[in-house]
T-cell receptor
Framework: GEKVEQHESTLSVREGDSAVINCTYTDTASSYFPWYKQEAGKSLHFVIDIRSNVDRKQSQRLIVLLDKKAKRFSLHITATQPEDSAIYFCAGENTGYQNFYFGKGTSLTVIP | AQTIHQWPVAEIKAVGSPLSLGCTIKGKSSPNLYWYWQATGGTLQQLFYSITVGQVESVVQLNLSASRPKDDQFILSTEKLLLSHSGFYLC????????????FGEGSKLTVL
């Protein structure tokens, strides 16, 4: 089945700098890639997604890039703020199945 | 607007005791429903999914079972808890395969002693 690997388990950046989290996937049939944010002790909340028919999507300070050839996608958080500190999960969905496959999460710390 | 409610918020149970966790989705008919388990500080593991009432597919059982008795309700249960069942249980819904994101409930924290 699909496997999603999240490369950074922890990441620290200074406030105002950019943070980049990278994920790779194995199943070429995967076509939808959402990102989720989890604050301490809380559930997951959707932040941004990208579909396989585009290679870039931006929502305010969040940019997600998709490289289908390399089977890689990444989340870029620009002008980071302390409230961006959380665990971020990438995921992939093979639309032929009813499953989302999650990476192991990246704990992002933004240092004021 | 759609809402998803999980219960209980937190539970402390003894090894060997039974468990039932629930999830209700309002404002959306025929959603796909999912149960995920997250060990403390860990990865999300999908346990079950359901695309229609009465049908549940197992992804990883972990000595748990799931049922969908109504269109808007998803239940996770076991008759005998293990220590390894401790963690954070998340219910989620989607509009269907390929339609977009998962919407998560607020989760149920389970501690097994």
């Amino acid at each position: 089945g699909e496997k999603v690997e999240q490369h950074e388990s922890t990441l620290s950046v200074r406030e105002g700098d950019s943070a980049v989290i990278n994920c790779t996937y194995t199943d070429t049939a995967s076509s939808y890639f959402p990102w989720y944010k989890q604050e301490a002790g809380k559930s997951l909340h959707f932040v941004i997604d990208i579909r396989s028919n585009v290679d870039r999507k931006q929502s305010q300070r969040l940019i997600v890039l998709l490289d289908k050839k390399a089977k890689r996608f990444s989340l870029h958080i620009t002008a980071t703020q302390p409230e961006d500190s959380a665990i971020y999960f990438c995921a992939g969905e093979n639309t032929g199945y009813q499953n989302f496959y999650f990476g192991k999460g990246t704990s992002l710390t933004v240092i004021p | 607007a759609q809402t998803i409610h999980q219960w209980p918020v937190a539970e402390i149970k003894a090894v060997g005791s039974p468990l039932s966790l629930g999830c209700t989705i309002k404002g959306k008919s025929s959603p796909n429903l999912y149960w995920y388990w997250q060990a403390t500080g860990g990865t999300l593991q999908q346990l079950f999914y359901s695309i229609t009432v009465g049908q549940v597919e197992s992804v990883v059982q972990l000595n748990l079972s799931a049922s969908r008795p109504k269109d808007d309700q998803f239940i996770l249960s076991t008759e005998k808890l293990l220590l390894s069942h401790s963690g954070f249980y998340l219910c989620a819904w989607s509009q269907g395969a390929g339609t977009g994101q998962l919407y998560f409930g607020e989760g149920s924290k389970l501690t097994v002693l």
